[in-house]
């Protein structure tokens, strides 16, 4: 087991056990104030261009069309779902990816099978054999998905740099801004 696979098993244990009572609140607010479920699971992209489950709260309407969050219509997100993304505890179930090793707690963000620019480059710049994260260095200098060349050789300059210390760093600044 590697340094980075024991501090993610450890930290994701830690805050899933901390985090619990948010998430149970959470749940039961987004099925108070929308019909669905309250965990959202979507077919995302993972180490190697494998296809998992990723697992987050349901922060849309049920009926959202499957798409990348910055095409998505503004209008799509519940009233819960905005205060659920602004906090980042909507991300909270992907720790259960990160203990079945679909994921780390920092890295590539996973996108949708459907996202095939971003892939290519991901591809092109190596970035596909890593696991993808809850949060990367992309997310915390502001990169979203829109910008699929910008976003993947962010992604690569994260790997290139890599360490327990530059996760740290990198989980801080997606709590506490960069």
């Not at 479920?37 to 992209?45: E, T």
């Not at 990169?143 to 910008?150: A, N, R």
Request: charged letters at 15%.
């Amino acid at each position: 087991m590697t340094a980075k696979r024991a501090f993610d098993l450890i930290i994701a244990a830690v805050m899933l056990a901390v985090t619990s009572p948010i998430v149970l609140t959470a749940m039961l607010a987004i099925r108070a104030t929308s019909p669905g479920p309250a965990i959202f699971s979507q077919p995302r992209v993972g180490r190697g261009g494998a296809v998992f489950a990723c697992h987050k709260l349901r922060t849309m309407h049920r009926n959202t069309p499957s798409l990348p969050t910055h095409e998505a219509p503004a209008s799509s997100i519940t009233a819960v779902g905005k205060v659920l993304r602004r906090t980042k505890i909507d991300e909270l179930p992907q720790l259960w990816n990160v203990l079945k090793g679909e994921m780390s707690l920092v890295g590539p963000r996973p996108c949708l099978p459907t996202q095939t620019e971003l892939i290519g480059h991901r591809q092109r710049l190596g970035v596909l054999p890593a696991l993808p994260g809850i949060t990367g260095l992309a997310q915390i200098k502001g990169i979203d998905m829109s910008d699929p060349s910008l976003c993947a050789e962010t992604d690569a300059a994260y790997l290139k740099a890599a360490s327990i210390g530059l996760d740290v760093k990198i989980l801080i600044g997606t709590f506490y801004g960069a």
